[in-house]
Structures are given as structure tokens and as C-alpha cells.
């Protein structure tokens, strides 16, 4: 794996764990807080770096997760949007994107790959275009950490594509709900296919046949210590 950061420090704006939005309840009596509230606000935070949104909604604030997931894929995605064509742009494919929420700063991970194989030159170039477009975008108005690397034996796998092209490989799945009591998988990846509308992987762990819905995977991972068998 080849790897380039590209550290952005001097931006306007603070970037806390997590930054709240507060709205104050109309007249002069004073907002409530609801230590409840507080506690699982906090709790949360620590154990996963999302941007997390309180609203004050009369005297009581209002604790809601799922916008603070829809956000984190919202930036997620924008950064797709605009990290693919500066990709394209030097004849590499953009195979992945990671955002994670430090304590200062958010770091941007980005996975290239090309046939010819990725070079330190190449993260360089794309990395030195990219930082001065996010710049200009400004989407976290806080510092970042800006890392383009190669995916490595241990690539990451997040698209359609790769999932059906990786059939018959070892993989590593996390996923955000137990099914029959775990959350880590590691087996041979045997199918990939739209079922009833719901996208699912089929995953064979020591002989036992697991059906995991692409919307419950957290993380996927090709196990580097294993074949790769790529089915184009």
C-alpha cells in the first residue's frame, strides 16, 4: 500500500467530538436540560464518531441520531461527488471513501486503484487537487486530515461492483446489527444479489450459509492472508 496525507490545519471554524445546534425555546423561561438526554448524547459520541445534532424542541431537547447518520453520509457521498473526477481525471478508479471523526478533526480516507497499479506520485497528484477543492467547499468548516492510498491486500470493498467482482473470495464483514449473535463475519463471499428489492451478500463460514443485507455492513474487507479470485 502506498499512502499520501495531506494535513489541512489553518481552517476557519471549530471542529469538536460533537458539534450541537441548539435552538432556544420561545419567551424568557430558561431551557431545561435533560440529563437523560445528556448522558446518551455523550455515550454515543464516544463510541461512534458521527456528527451528532441536538435541537431544542420547546423545553425539552430532542436527541436525533438518525439525522446525525444521514448527515455523516451525506458528507460522505459529497466527497464522492467530488473526489471521483479528480480520480478519473489521472486515469485511477475511486474504489473507496472512509470519514472518521477524531477529537480535533475529521480525516478523509480515499482508496485508489488503476491496472498499472497506484503509485506515491499518483496519491500526490490527486491528493494536492483534491485538498484545494475541499477547501474551497469547505464541508466541515474545521481541520482535516487528508489521506489517498492504494486499497493494499486488505481492500476495501463498498461498491455494487466489488462485491460481485470478489465472488469466491475470503472477506471480512462487520455489520451494524447481530445476526444469530455476531457481528463479525469471515468466510467465502459465494453470492452477491438483488433479492426482493433488499441487496444481499452471501457469506459461508465454516460451512454455515449466512444472508447479510448490504445496508447492515458496517465495513467489508478482502482477508489479505487469503486468495484473492477476482470474477470480472
Known amino acids: ?30 431551557p431545561v436540560i435533560n440529563i437523560a ?3 446518551i448524547f455523550n455515550m454515543v459520541a464516544a463510541i461512534r464518531p458521527l456528527l451528532i ?15 446525525a447518520v444521514f ?16 480520480a478519473e ?3 485511477m478508479e475511486l474504489i473507496h471513501v472512509e470519514c472518521i471523526k477524531m477529537h480535533s478533526r475529521w480525516v478523509f480516507r480515499l482508496f485508489l486503484d488503476k491496472d498499472a497499479g497506484v503509485t506515491l506520485d499518483d496519491c500526490a ?23 489517498v492510498s492504494s486499497p493494499g491486500p486488505d481492500r476495501p470493498i ?16 462487520r455489520t451494524s446489527e447481530k445476526i444469530d449473535g455476531m457481528k463479525n463475519f469471515q468466510g467465502i463471499l459465494t453470492d452477491y444479489a438483488d433479492e426482493d428489492g433488499a441487496k444481499i451478500v452471501r457469506l459461508e463460514v465454516s460451512g454455515t450459509q449466512y444472508a447479510i443485507a448490504r445496508q447492515q455492513i458496517i465495513k467489508a ?8 479470485v477476482p470474477q470480472r
Open 71 to 86: 448527515m455523516y453520509n451525506e458528507l460522505k457521498d459529497k466527497i464522492w461527488e467530488l473526489a471521483r473526477p479528480v
Open 37 to 39: 438526554c445528556v448522558a
Open 125 to 147: 497528484a490527486v491528493s494536492n487537487q483534491l485538498g484545494d477543492i475541499l477547501d474551497v467547499h469547505d464541508l466541515t468548516r474545521g481541520p482535516y486530515t487528508l489521506e
Open 53 to 67: 445534532v441536538v435541537r431544542w424542541s420547546g423545553l425539552s431537547p430532542t436527541f436525533l441520531f438518525s439525522e
Open 1 to 30: 500500500m502506498v499512502e499520501c496525507q495531506l494535513p489541512k490545519l489553518d481552517v476557519a471554524g471549530s471542529s469538536p467530538v460533537a458539534r450541537s445546534i441548539c435552538r432556544k425555546p420561545q419567551g424568557d423561561t430558561p
Open 221 to 228: 474487507n478482502l482477508v489479505d492472508d487469503a486468495p484473492v
Open 89 to 91: 481525471s489521472e486515469d
Open 158 to 173: 463498498s461498491r455494487d461492483v466489488d462485491f460481485i467482482r470478489y465472488k469466491g473470495s475470503c472477506v471480512r464483514i
